[in-house]
């Protein structure tokens, strides 16, 4: 084949998948609305291929939250993996309470030698000792009731002084530590709370949550009293979906606070980047299968002339979706279709080069012609 029939060839096929390119070549685009403001259409009033596609519900505009007309949001339900933290307001442990390794003793004894007092907080320690300092040493009161370890103290004191008056009182029991602080909420919908066990707590409020933590307490604790509160909101999101232009969709994930907006969105994101266009909207999820609620967003008109009009409160579950650009996503796909096409052309131009430098008078013997060699 010559050098130009295969240009020839090469330029037909270039030809072919450019017009390919253009009559496949399509970029998303907000579903038109098959229903008017503030009227939902369904699929049995649709016939024939019309009836398999989703129905698009555009609610009233004067309806949909945004910027300067917020709205708060329902009470926030627990669920996996959101983080509560529950703090001690009045826990104490059911009579008759037996000490532990980590409760916390005050120790206030009177008659003591003036350079060593004996009047403050003491830890049980490993062991189930308390260490009263020198020179009184350890009394052990792993498994007595508080009554019980002022009396075994008073006993130990007495080989040290004459006429010891002791007084003791739990400061604070290891079961404490186990409930306060930050509790994850499992797979299964409970919080562990250490040798306590564990609470359903998945599909409450915060207010329901608290009293069914503070039922379980009850069977331990006199009149348990916690404060809970969220301290991760981990289970209510919204998605940023970014359009690749043929290299990839992107997908970001950011936790509902009940304030965000848009533009908000975006700039969790860094605004949009060079393979991403204007157009934008947010698709939010409907309980009625088929329908579909799309938002559409002007971009120029929240940004350049800071209207609120679309700049929309995002809910839990929806999707910001910013569209590639056409043109970019046209150039991308034909660089993948033309790619093998530059590579063949590219093997062939070094094959006729080699061919016509090795032929005529080289293969005789003369070289090239022109050349010194």
């Known amino acids: 084949m010559t050098t130009r029939n295969t240009f020839s060839v090469m330029?037909?096929?270039?030809?072919?998948?450019?017009?390919?390119?253009?009559?496949?070549?399509?970029?998303?685009?907000?579903?038109?609305?098959?229903?008017?403001?503030?009227?939902?259409?369904?699929g049995a009033q649709l016939s024939g291929p019309q009836a398999r596609k989703p129905v698009t519900m555009m609610p009233a505009?004067?309806?949909?939250?945004r910027e300067l007309y917020k709205t708060v949001l329902p009470p926030y339900v627990i669920e996996p993996p959101d983080?509560?933290?529950?703090?001690?307001?009045?826990?104490v442990p059911k009579q008759p309470y037996r000490l532990r390794t980590n409760d916390a003793l005050?120790?206030?004894?009177?008659?003591?030698?003036?350079?060593?007092?004996?009047?403050?907080?003491?830890?049980?320690?490993?062991?189930?000792v308390v260490r009263l300092g020198h020179p009184y040493g350890a009394v052990r009161v792993a498994g007595l009731t508080v009554e019980q370890a002022q009396e075994e103290i008073a006993k130990h004191l007495k080989n040290y002084?004459?006429?010891?008056?002791?007084s003791v009182s739990l400061a604070g029991f290891a079961g404490m530590q186990q409930?306060?602080?930050?509790?994850?909420?499992?797979?299964?919908?409970?919080?562990?709370?250490?040798?306590?066990?564990?609470?359903?707590?998945?599909?409450?409020t915060i207010a329901q949550a608290k009293q069914a933590i503070e039922r379980h307490l009850s069977q331990?604790?006199?009149?348990?009293?916690?404060?809970?509160?969220?301290?991760?909101?981990?289970?209510?999101?919204?998605?940023?979906?970014?359009?690749?232009?043929?290299?990839?969709?992107?997908?970001?994930?950011?936790?509902?606070?009940?304030?965000?907006?848009?533009?908000?969105a975006i700039s969790e994101i860094n605004g949009l980047g060079a393979v991403s266009s204007t157009r934008i909207w947010v698709a939010r999820p409907t309980d009625v299968p088929g329908q579909m609620q799309i938002l559409p967003v002007k971009w120029e008109e929240i940004t350049a002339q800071a209207s609120a009009s679309t700049n929309y409160q995002l809910m839990p579950g929806d999707r910001v979706f910013i569209a590639e650009d056409r043109l970019v996503a046209f150039d991308n796909k034909l660089a993948k279709l033309t790619a093998p096409l530059?590579?063949?052309?590219?093997?062939?131009?070094?094959?006729?080069?080699?061919?016509?430098r090795f032929s005529g008078n080289v293969l005789r013997g003369g070289g090239n012609p022109g050349s010194n060699f």
């Open 179 to 204: 409930i306060a602080g930050e509790h994850l909420v499992a797979p299964d919908g409970t919080v562990t709370l250490g040798s306590y066990g564990s609470v359903m707590v998945v599909g409450m």
């Open 161 to 166: 002084l004459r006429e010891p008056i002791v």
């Open 61 to 65: 505009p004067n309806t949909i939250p």
């Open 11 to 42: 330029y037909a096929a270039l030809s072919l998948a450019v017009m390919a390119i253009s009559s496949g070549c399509h970029t998303a685009n907000p579903p038109a609305p098959d229903a008017v403001a503030g009227v939902v259409q369904t």
């Open 83 to 91: 983080v509560l933290v529950i703090e001690a307001v009045h826990l």
């Open 106 to 128: 005050f120790i206030h004894v009177e008659g003591t030698l003036t350079e060593a007092p004996i009047s403050q907080v003491y830890p049980v320690e490993l062991g189930g």
């Open 220 to 264: 331990f604790l006199e009149d348990p009293e916690i404060s809970l509160n969220v301290y991760a909101y981990n289970s209510k999101v919204y998605y940023v979906v970014t359009q690749g232009a043929g290299l990839g969709d992107g997908v970001y994930r950011f936790p509902i606070k009940g304030n965000e907006t848009v533009l908000d």
């Open 342 to 356: 530059e590579r063949i052309m590219g093997f062939s131009l070094l094959g006729v080069g080699t061919t016509t």
